[in-house]
């Protein structure tokens, strides 16, 4: 957001030094801004180059906007466009992501995935990270996990990692890509956190591939029999030191408890494997702690249900009854494409 309002106060800069008078020197930076920022981002960009459109008029020493009634019309009909093509674009990428019935202590959410479909199940466990992101012409890419650490376990933090995976969410980014983008986002949130997550993407075609930073392993159901999906395991992002910085204290002893050794490589040093399988099922590493060494039984219930969303709610149930565990994903990839 600072650097959307920076740059449009320097494209005002910019355009009244060299007294560009007309509509689109002062909008065009701003209207690109704002569509490629959250609607609210691009109302406050407007709002923001619409002040100074009318400070360029109001005050003598400011070149740039003449009282040109047509002019001020165009400007502003164009900064009001900003904002709501903005919300369309949002609109357009998130009318797939749909809500699924289920009780009242569990969101169930569905979404496209390759020829098939997915399910993202939250409940607000502690320290609860999930969030699914279509992505055009079908595919997917999903994020589970779990933040530990005083200053990154609060609904702030939670969501912050939320939006920093989803704000580099796009059809090129790779599971090894988003795991660095939110190892750096875990360091600058708080230094001694970390987020034990698995960063799953579905292609158009079906293909599934992961990525797992401190998680658990994934299950996949192939033919009615589950297994473990194999993905080699990484470091939990934000506890191993990028290469050439001095070592942290207490960091080294957090990534020898969840992953095995190795370089603090991009990416927290996850490894993206392909998986295959009719169903694949992920868990964060709160559902391992909660059931303990029947955590991989517990998991066979993928096969239990027809659809995603009722296998993903399954998988939500706490032990004995108990407060229920979250998030948990479930992708139904469909058949591969030929295409």
């Known amino acids: 957001m600072r650097a959307a309002l920076a740059g449009t106060t320097g ?11 007309t509509p689109i020197g002062w909008v065009l930076l701003p209207g690109l801004l704002g569509v490629s920022a959250r609607p609210r981002v691009a109302a406050l960009v407007s709002a923001w180059a619409g002040v100074l459109v009318v400070a360029s008029v109001l005050v003598p020493v400011i070149p740039g906007h003449r009282s040109d009634p047509q002019a001020l019309l165009a400007s502003t009909l164009s900064l009001t466009a900003v904002p709501l093509l903005a919300w369309a674009r949002r609109r357009t990428r998130t009318a797939s992501v749909t809500r699924a019935a289920g009780p009242p202590d569990v969101a169930v959410f569905t979404v496209p995935a390759g020829s098939g479909s997915a399910a993202l199940a939250v409940c607000g466990s502690p320290g609860e990270i999930g969030a699914a992101v279509p992505l055009r012409g079908g595919g997917l890419l999903a994020l589970v996990g779990t933040v530990t650490g005083a200053a990154l376990d609060t609904p702030a933090g939670r969501r912050a990692i939320e939006q920093t995976f989803r704000r580099h969410a796009r059809p090129a980014a790779s599971p090894q890509r988003l795991a660095g983008v939110l190892d750096q986002a875990v360091r600058d949130l708080a230094p001694a956190g970390h987020l034990r997550a698995t960063i799953v993407r ?88 909660a059931h303990g060494e029947r955590w991989v039984r517990v998991l066979d219930q993928v096969a239990a249900d027809d659809d995603p969303a009722g296998a993903a709610r399954r998988l939500t149930r706490g032990p004995r009854g108990g407060r229920r565990t979250g998030p948990a994903l479930v992708v139904d990839p469909g058949p591969p494409s030929r295409a």
């Open 202 to 289: 579905v292609d158009r075609s079906g293909a599934v591939e992961a990525a797992r930073c401190g998680s658990p392993d994934l299950i996949t159901v192939a033919a009615d029999r589950a297994a473990l999906a194999g993905v080699p395991a990484g470091p939990a992002l934000g506890s191993t030191r990028p290469a050439g910085s001095p070592a942290r204290a207490g960091s080294a002893a957090r990534a020898g408890s969840t992953a095995r050794a190795g370089s603090a490589s991009p990416g927290g040093g996850a490894t993206p494997a392909p998986v295959t399988g009719r169903r694949v099922a992920v868990v964060a590493a709160a559902f391992a702690d």
């Open 11 to 21: 494209n005002a800069v910019l355009m009244g030094v060299a007294e560009v008078g």
